[in-house]
């Protein structure tokens, strides 16, 4: 008997892994009461609003999520599966560009009874995967089973201006769900985070590379983020212009259409250059590289690498091939084109004049359609003059935001959303300058230019100083600045 009841144990260890049958104990559920900034009027919040989605616990003590989860957040509560008792989180660490986080539980009872879970590898198209979660704020957790479709880079809704690795899945990834693990084999191979309007019975999760190069960056105490190569590129599939560089008849290598000025490829790459390969990556004609035995856009391979690395290039130049180390670096540059969270917006108000950052935030405040009635002046300054234009761009282009209305900006007719030029005569590249700019007023009057017709509005430096204290006051505006 007793060696019978010994080969039915070793049988259920061997059917029944212990880790495989419960790691929904280490899924929890997020519950996120948060503020977001208003960027139309600059020194409010909106209201407060509570979301839920889900998370899990890594080795650490820590609790993975969505950075998108915990945006904004005032207070975090997680609860545990099947535990009635909530306790306070908050976040240690946020990557918005990958739309990851890890929070803490300060409450060690937190953890008890608790294995974190493990990390596998990117998983394998057509293989069947496992999504936990807490979708539509349910109380109880929930379980979809799905088969990755498609492996490639993603723009993450989340930032907005950022394509990274990203699988896509059947299994259905809801409202409450973000955050959550996807498990492949009793290992984390994912963390469910967006879907796609339009597009039925897909989802998208973060897969482990992305999550790995999480991890790594923050060893050092700090998120720094994805790096870029600092360049654009121009596909090379054109025969009789390969022959014209001497390139061999290979289908590999891409051009180099342009460097952003500023960055480090500015260092090592020349327009024209024609990049073979990227590490151990050889790129194609079309600007793919295969990874993973998936053809994907070629900025993969420079994300692999962290921010300040160099990158092994073979590039093309006068007729021979070169080895190059490549510098790479994240960029702030765009941040403004891209969705901005848990900081709010710089602002200054002077006389009922609210001045703010131009960014991809304030343009969204003229509405859904904010593209049609935002003005060409606004759209062309924030997305295509560094581009076409770079050496006129300012580092920080200044929108009059609104008017505050008052009898001492009264009969000005331009009452907002216009772009500034200059005030009493100094360029305004950033909003420190228009500080400055009004303490040196000309004349003891206030000049403010607009673009694109240079009209402009004046103002009495002494009334405009009397009457900007009251102002505030009645629009019960705190502070007359966020710098």
Request: with cysteine; charged share 25%; proline share 6%.
């Amino acid at each position: 008997m007793k060696s019978f009841c010994s080969l039915l144990a070793t049988f259920a260890i061997l059917a029944f892994p212990a880790f495989a049958a419960d790691p929904e104990r280490a899924v929890v559920q997020i519950f996120t009461f948060s503020q977001e900034a208003d960027w139309d009027e600059p020194w409010k919040f909106g209201p407060l609003r509570r979301s839920s989605g889900t998370g899990f616990v890594i080795k650490g003590r820590r609790i993975m999520t969505n950075a998108h989860v915990v945006s904004w957040a005032r207070q975090l509560m997680v609860k545990r599966y099947q535990d009635p008792r909530p306790y306070l989180a908050r976040v240690v660490f946020v990557g918005h560009d990958c739309d990851l986080a890890l929070l803490e539980v300060e409450d060690s009872q937190f953890y008890n009874g608790v294995e974190p879970l493990e990390f596998g590898t990117l998983p394998k198209v057509r293989s069947t995967v496992v999504t936990y979660g807490y979708p539509a704020g349910g109380e109880q957790i929930s379980y979809t089973r799905g088969v990755v479709s498609r492996i490639e880079l993603q723009t993450y809704a989340h930032i907005g201006n950022r394509s990274l690795l990203g699988v896509q899945t059947d299994a259905a990834i809801n409202p409450g769900n973000s955050g959550g693990p996807v498990i492949q084999d009793d290992k984390v191979i994912g963390v469910a985070f967006q879907g796609m309007p339009g597009l039925e019975n897909a989802g998208f999760f973060i897969p482990p590379p992305v999550i790995q190069h999480f991890l790594d960056d923050i060893q050092d105490g700090k998120y720094d983020g994805f790096p870029s190569a600092g360049i654009r590129t121009a596909p090379l599939q054109n025969a009789a212009y390969r022959r014209k560089l001497k390139l061999p008849d290979d289908d590999r290598g891409v051009r180099v259409d342009s460097i952003i000025p500023g960055t480090p490829a500015e260092q090592v790459l020349r327009p024209d250059d024609v990049i073979l390969q990227v590490g151990r990556y050889p790129v194609g004609s079309d600007g793919s590289i295969v990874y993973e035995g998936n053809r994907m856009a070629l900025a993969m391979a420079v994300q692999e690498a962290q921010h300040g690395h160099k990158v092994p290039v073979k590039i093309w130049r006068d007729g021979t091939e070169q080895s190059v180390a490549l510098p790479v670096e994240v960029s702030a540059n765009d941040k403004v084109l891209g969705n901005q969270y848990d900081l709010p917006p710089r602002y200054f108000v002077y006389a009922g004049l609210v001045f703010t950052p131009l960014s991809l935030d304030y343009l969204k405040t003229f509405g859904r359609s904010w593209s049609d009635t935002a003005g060409a002046e606004l759209t062309y300054e924030l997305f295509y003059r560094r581009h076409e234009s770079p050496k006129t761009l300012r580092a920080e282009p200044i929108v009059l935001s609104t008017v505050l209305a008052d009898s001492i900006n009264a009969n000005f007719r331009i009452r907002g959303r216009a772009m500034v030029d200059k005030i009493n005569g100094i360029r305004i590249e950033r909003l420190e300058d228009v500080i400055r700019a009004f303490e040196n007023p000309s004349n003891g009057q206030h000049v403010v230019e607009f673009l694109p017709k240079n009209t402009f509005e004046c103002l009495e430096r002494s009334e405009a100083d009397k009457a900007n204290a009251e102002i505030l006051k009645t629009y019960g505006i705190q502070r007359d600045r966020r710098l």
